[in-house]
């Protein structure tokens, strides 16, 4: 399990902040224990974008499932990968006042999942166009 190592009694062991500031947590963000927030991460993301992989290891097979349902695993393998690119680098738009991540990687998700979808169609549509026969057109 990553995150703050704990001691028997479930405080914190002392040592270097997992968060990168003072008292486990980021400056603005409602933390829970330790500062181990998707909020958290986001906003240590802004300093240290290494912290980013903190959302992707959290929620990134949430979202794959997700994904998968609906457009297979191949496809939805592309889809997580652009999801997360895409929170990436709207990370300093992340309402950090909300902890949890997976409403908005799960919107950013729909979104890449009904450009698929389009696009998708209108390849469809082109490639019927250019095989239907003379007579038809």
């Given at each position: 399990m990553?995150?703050t ?6 405080s914190p ?6 968060a990168?500031e ?11 224990v ?7 991460a ?15 290891d ?13 457009v297979?695993?191949?496809v939805?393998?592309d889809?997580?990968?652009?999801t997360?690119?895409?929170?990436f ?10 902890e949890?991540a ?11 999942l009904?450009?698929?979808?389009r ?18 057109r």
């Amino acid at each position: 399990m990553t995150g703050t190592p704990q001691q028997a009694s479930g405080s914190p062991v002392p040592g270097p902040d997992p968060a990168g500031e003072a008292g486990g947590r980021c400056a603005g963000a409602e933390a829970g224990v330790g500062g181990d927030t998707d909020a958290a991460a986001v906003l240590a993301s802004l300093q240290r974008p290494e912290r980013f992989a903190r959302l992707f290891d959290r929620h990134a097979p949430e979202i794959h499932r997700y994904l998968a349902r609906r457009v297979g695993a191949t496809v939805a393998d592309d889809l997580v990968a652009q999801t997360f690119l895409v929170a990436f680098e709207r990370r300093a738009a992340f309402d950090t006042s909300r902890e949890d991540a997976r409403p908005w990687l799960f919107d950013i998700a729909t979104r890449l999942l009904r450009r698929y979808h389009r696009d998708r169609g209108a390849a469809i549509a082109r490639s019927a166009r250019r095989t239907a026969p003379a007579a038809s057109r």
